[in-house]
């Protein structure tokens, strides 16, 4: 199980819900944009800080590295300067990574405008010009 489907078991479970679409909407993005980071393996790591304030949880029980009754026993809620430089180190990682992969997407749309092919802005699908 990767990274991310762990921390989507975990939204689930404190969130109630049972469904990939109830946990894009706690988070604030769409359905779509959850199954894109499942694909790719990213985090959403904004909108997963923005839930963890909004909902005064604990953002170390959704990375796991924390147990509710740790948390609950934790009464302030920031995080410490250890977790904010490994979270800053991640968000830095993850960043790197993203705008790889915009390359290498730029560079293959290229390629395929170039054999006379393009993307279809919403399903992805491949079209002739």
């Known amino acids: 199980m990767s990274e991310l489907d762990k921390i989507i078991l975990r939204i689930k479970e404190i969130f109630s819900v049972n469904q990939d679409q109830e946990v894009a909407k706690i988070l604030g993005i769409s359905r779509a944009s959850l199954a894109n980071h499942k694909i790719r393996q990213t985090l959403p790591f904004k909108e997963i800080i923005n839930l963890c304030k909004k909902n005064k949880k604990d953002i170390n029980l959704l990375f796991g590295l924390k147990t509710e009754n740790q948390s609950i026993n934790n009464q302030n809620n920031s995080l410490t300067p250890e977790e904010t430089e490994m979270l800053k180190d991640d968000l830095i990682n993850q960043l790197k990574?993203?705008?790889?992969?915009?390359?290498?997407?730029?560079?293959?749309?290229?390629?395929?405008?170039?054999?006379g092919l393009t993307v279809e802005k919403h399903s992805g699908f491949l079209k002739k010009k």
């Open 97 to 115: 990574i993203n705008q790889k992969l915009m390359a290498e997407n730029i560079e293959l749309r290229e390629k395929l405008t170039e054999i």
